[in-house]
């Protein structure tokens, strides 16, 4: 026997605020809905160990890279990064087996994952990982702007190279270019 109600299937909750004001005396608004996000952050990492286990976050000017250390138990043969578009403009960036094809259990459900909260300035299509020497280290490259107000800023900062016209036409002659063809430099 079902003694429970049929639930809805909508992800929208009606809270009822108009009953409990009106039991303290206070006049009513509207009813009001409340919708729970399906996501709350845009590009998230999950490397496939738990989230106790110690992770090196190293960040630069060009990327973020995470390394771990992997006991026999957790090493495998060769790591892959899977993109995943959970919903449109929400990537989750899922780090595997690389024998390991789109094949779910319940294992993959787990919860207690370990994950890092990708800025926006990361580009998550071109991660990498790679695992070596008992080492599992992932590559999420930033998005380096290249404005011209970025250019006006390290005006100054720069080092001085000289070059003389020799060294462009012996460069252009080894790489099979014409000389004072600049297409390609």
């Known amino acids: 026997m079902?003694?429970?109600p049929a639930r809805k299937?909508?992800?929208?909750l009606k809270y009822d605020i108009i009953s409990s004001l009106a039991a303290a005396g206070i006049p009513s608004l509207n009813q009001?809905?409340?919708?729970?996000?399906?996501h709350v952050f845009c590009r998230v990492l999950e490397l496939p160990f738990n989230s106790e286990v110690p992770v090196a976050v190293e960040e630069n000017g060009e990327c973020f890279r995470f390394v771990v250390s992997c006991d026999e138990a957790l090493a495998f043969q060769e790591a892959r990064?899977?993109?995943?578009e959970i919903a449109p403009g929400v990537i989750k960036v899922v780090i595997r087996e690389a024998s390991r094809r789109l094949r779910f259990s319940m294992d993959d459900l787990e919860l207690d994952m370990w994950r890092f909260r990708l800025p926006?300035?990361?580009?998550?299509e071109l991660s990498t990982a790679i695992y070596r020497d008992g080492e599992l280290v992932v590559i999420v490259p930033k998005d380096v702007p290249t404005?011209?107000?970025e250019e006006e800023e390290d005006e100054g900062k720069g080092?001085?190279?000289e070059a003389r016209e020799g060294d462009f036409?012996?460069?252009?002659?080894e790489s099979g270019m014409k000389s004072g063809n600049m297409v390609g430099c």
């Open 32 to 38: 009001k809905k409340l919708r729970r996000l399906p």
């Open 147 to 149: 404005s011209d107000s």
């Open 120 to 124: 926006s300035s990361t580009l998550p």
């Open 159 to 161: 080092s001085l190279v």
């Open 2 to 4: 079902d003694t429970c």
């Open 81 to 84: 990064a899977e993109i995943i």
């Open 9 to 12: 299937k909508s992800i929208t």
């Open 169 to 173: 036409s012996e460069r252009n002659e």
